[in-house]
């Protein structure tokens, strides 16, 4: 029988049997949302009756006969970073606050095209900017396995929303590990796609050579299905690649790694990892083995660089994208009495538009690409980046894929990082590499940690446009778990009243 617990792909299934039907799923999912989202707080808008039509309309499809896509009729949430024509957009931003957008994303489009159902949009981190959701100017949400805990950042609504199961799929952004983090810290699938594999025409930006829209499920095969529905080249996007999407889903079917060389990226693997990650990360090397693959280890020596770099890349760009919001176009206006100036009435909004984390990154960014400091940090950081580029290149030389942990620790407390940004920012130590190189980097659950009991993700990265790689090695993987734990690791978290 389906039901919230199942998969999309299961979801799918019998949507195609006729055993249910996608307004019977989409009203499933908005009854669990009203359960439970008063104590997660996924969401910033639900769409209840935009979904209901939706749904209604692939239903009505689907009897007529027509042709339609394999998730069609499938619930998502999508993270609220990404315009969706008339609907409330704000990138948990209050500079952004009412603001319905008069077009949709590339992305928004393709999952309408596909059928796909969008339940609403998500919580995060104002601007993408954080690594707990904690910076969102609409509250933060709170992890399913412990509310007393963060479910990661950016994308923790993305991620929240899976794990609560009120909704089978969601879209997600990661500039630094915005997807892969949260899911890590709550026991789901994400997926950050090559640089350029999926189009960002319509996502408001954070960082534009670092942002990349990109899938997130429950389970590697539901993360593939929702990957081959966004993915592919788009002109509107000049970052775009023109080139054939990689054959994922027949990657995450495939349950095989005989052969295959996985490389241990030794500079992410011990020192300031919490045990427990280190310890479900090992396991999972020896099963992959058991499998049939072969673990080297490689060395990425410059990777030691990177989040310092990272941090003066992504906030001097942030700068320049941020400088839009202006109170003049569109998005916030306050002071504008009629006595002032355009360009006090700029900053009066901009200092209430926007909170302390995104203010902290433009200052940063300004003042890396000042005059005379340009080449110093910014300059500097770009050849950093380089070099870890040429990390990467090297050690897929040696490897068909690599791997490491996540996160170095599991969920923490909220509010126990909130008041120190540089502990903020070391969650994302081994995540950041990927974005700098515009790989493709997944995250899947491995276990739960022995000493707190929470979720631990396993990182596997891989060559550009080669993603199918990661979903072959990931698809292995969590079968090897399932089957080990003999259900799934979300049948674990704890009943919030709505299951």
């Known amino acids: 029988m389906t039901n919230i617990h199942s998969s999309a792909a299961e979801m799918a299934a019998a949507l195609s049997k006729n055993e249910t039907t996608s307004v019977e799923l989409t009203k499933l999912h908005l009854d669990q949302i009203s359960k439970v989202d008063g104590k997660v707080h996924a969401f910033l808008h639900v769409d209840t009756e935009g979904a209901l039509a939706q749904a209604a309309e692939v239903d009505a499809k689907r009897a007529s006969g027509e042709q339609i896509s394999p998730l069609a009729g499938v619930p998502l949430a999508l993270k609220d970073v990404l315009t969706q024509k008339g609907i409330p957009t704000t990138a948990g931003s209050k500079i952004l606050e009412g603001w319905r957008p008069p077009y949709d994303s590339t992305v928004v489009s393709k999952l309408k095209a596909a059928g796909v159902v969008i339940l609403g949009k998500t919580n995060m981190d104002e601007f993408a900017m954080g690594s707990s959701t904690e910076n969102s100017a609409y509250g933060t949400t709170q992890n399913p396995w412990d509310l007393s805990r963060i479910p990661g950042g950016s994308g923790g609504g993305s991620a929240a929303a899976l794990a609560s199961f009120q909704a089978p799929l969601a879209i997600g952004s990661d500039t630094g590990g915005s997807i892969r983090q949260p899911a890590a810290l709550t026991g789901t699938v994400g997926v950050k ?296 690791i979300l049948a674990n978290v704890p009943d919030l009243g709505g299951k």
Not at 233 to 249: F, K, L, M
Not at 267 to 278: K, Y
């Open 193 to 488: 796609p090559t640089y350029g594999g999926v189009s960002r025409y319509g996502v408001i930006a954070y960082s534009s050579s670092l942002d990349q829209i990109g899938p997130c499920a429950r389970t590697v095969l539901d993360t593939a299905l929702l990957h081959e529905v966004i993915a592919g080249h788009d002109e509107r996007d000049s970052t775009s690649i023109n080139a054939p999407v990689p054959q994922v889903v027949a990657a995450a079917k495939k349950l095989d790694v005989k052969g295959m060389k996985i490389g241990v990226i030794k500079e992410l693997n011990g020192a300031g990892f919490q045990a427990g990650v280190i310890e479900r990360f090992n396991e999972s090397l020896d099963l992959l083995v058991a499998n049939g693959a072969e673990i080297v280890e490689v060395s990425c020596p410059n990777f030691e660089y990177a989040l310092a770099a990272y941090y003066l890349i992504a906030p001097s760009e942030a700068s320049s994208n941020l400088a839009r919001f202006d109170s003049m176009r569109y998005g916030l206006r306050v002071g504008d009495d009629g006595k002032r100036g355009a360009e006090e009435v700029m900053s009066i909004t901009r200092e209430a538009g926007f909170g302390k984390e995104v203010k902290r990154r433009i200052i940063l960014g300004t003042y890396a690409l000042s005059s005379g400091y340009y080449d110093a940090f910014y300059g500097s950081a770009q050849k950093v980046r380089t070099l870890v580029k040429q990390d990467f290149d090297a050690a897929f030389q040696m490897a068909d894929v690599l791997v490491s942990p996540v996160t170095p620790t599991t969920a923490f407390k909220i509010g126990e990082k909130s008041d120190d940004p540089v502990a903020m920012y070391l969650s994302d130590i081994a995540t950041i590499p990927v974005n700098m190189a515009g790989i493709g980097g997944m995250s899947l659950p491995c276990g739960l940690a022995a000493e707190d009991g929470l979720p631990v993700g396993f990182q596997i990265m891989s060559p550009v446009m080669q993603d199918d790689r990661m979903y072959r090695v990931g698809a292995t993987l969590e079968a090897a778990l399932v089957s080990k734990w003999g259900k799934p």
